[in-house]
């Protein structure tokens, strides 16, 4: 009862860059900027970013974001010259969060002297900053626009660390992850995952952030799985017949998708849990990989986002509507209300009814 299954919808943007234009159309609703060159990017901010801004401002990390494959690049854009990358080594994205600025609830306060000095230096380059910004054109604006974000983000993570932890009870340190070794020269996706999607709920559940974007791998990843022939890509293309190994591969990936929806289910919160208080977003890259379709798009969604939602159904639509109803959906689940979504074709101005409560 905890997922609602979406079929028949259609990434209505242009289909100029295999493997890139479904998730810009679904996850920005407009079509990818620079379709033809070597600089292919997002022209919105991703709807991880649309949400980071509104509901991340009082948690350390406005947004975090990890990868499963090593090497992966995500699809979390700020804006076209701002892409947020994932962390893909686990041991480094818990030294991240769970390092030396972390603290339990019931820990002793931070007394760090270098806080005090890195907000004075801050300080600093945010005057330079203004002052300099009265001097430059419209683009440059933009460019030192999204420098002030970072900064910004700098200064609130240095309050964070400095303030009492909230009374989480779900909230504990997790034991320090290794980095899983390869196995054959592969890597093992599945302890990987299984790393992540541990460290990713406990920094849900201890309020270290209220976005998180999990990439498991990008859309030509040409990943080598167990009992594979060949990478995961190359085999969508060339495997004939019923795609046996594909099909494997796609199983394998869900079954790491339903850990991490246990791992959430697991932490009381509340008269629920975790996953009752979430929304999760699962969806890919196209729908069918031999030929880069991005109608019958995948689109999943676990949680009910504190009850705005409803699932336990599958609704599937016979009129092939435009994606992009799912993200407007979502925002407005999150009390990000916004009465339309998308540019083009991407653009709508209504939900998925069937979800919404």
């Not at 079954?255 to 629920?272: C, I, Q």
């Amino acid at each position: 009862g905890d997922i609602a299954l979406l079929t028949g919808f259609e990434v209505r943007t242009p289909n100029d860059v295999p493997h890139l234009s479904g998730p810009a159309g679904f996850l920005s609703g407009a079509a990818i900027l620079n379709p033809n060159s070597d600089h292919q990017v997002f022209q919105n901010p991703s709807l991880d970013q649309v949400l980071a801004q509104e509901i991340g401002g009082n948690t350390r990390f406005r947004s975090l974001e990890v990868g499963i494959e090593p090497g992966t690049r995500g699809l979390s854009y700020i804006g076209p010259e701002s892409r947020n990358p994932p962390e893909c080594d686990p041991a480094l994205f818990f030294e991240r969060i769970f390092g030396a600025g972390f603290r339990a609830p019931g820990d002793t306060p931070i007394v760090d002297p270098t806080l005090a000095l890195r907000r004075s230096v801050l300080d600093v380059v945010m005057g330079n900053v203004n002052e300099l910004n009265k001097k430059l054109g419209t683009s440059d604006k933009v460019r030192v626009d999204m420098h002030l974000s970072a900064i910004r983000d700098l200064e609130l993570r240095i309050a964070r660390m400095e303030e009492d932890p909230p009374s989480l009870a779900a909230c504990v340190r997790p034991e320090a992850p290794s980095t899983p070794p390869d196995i054959e020269g592969r890597p093992d996706m599945r302890q990987r995952a299984q790393i992540m999607a541990e460290l990713s709920v406990m920094a849900y559940a201890c309020d270290l952030t209220r976005v998180l974007s999990y990439y498991y791998a990008d859309g030509v990843s040409n990943c080598l799985y167990p009992n594979a022939t060949a990478g995961h890509h190359q085999l969508t293309h060339d495997e004939p017949g019923d795609m046996p190994q594909v099909q494997a591969i796609t199983q394998l990936i869900m079954e790491d998708f339903a850990y991490y929806l246990k791992a959430l289910r697991a932490v009381p919160e509340g008269d629920g849990n975790l996953l009752d208080n979430s929304l999760i977003l699962g969806t890919t890259d196209v729908s069918y990989a031999r030929t880069h379709q991005i109608d019958e798009y995948p689109i999943l969604l676990a949680g009910r986002a504190g009850g705005a939602l409803r699932t336990g159904f599958h609704y599937r639509s016979s009129t092939k509507e435009n994606a992009s109803e799912v993200p407007l959906s979502i925002l407005n689940a999150m009390g990000v209300l916004r009465d339309s979504w998308g540019q083009g074709d991407g653009r709508v101005t209504s939900g998925v009814g069937a979800l919404e409560l």
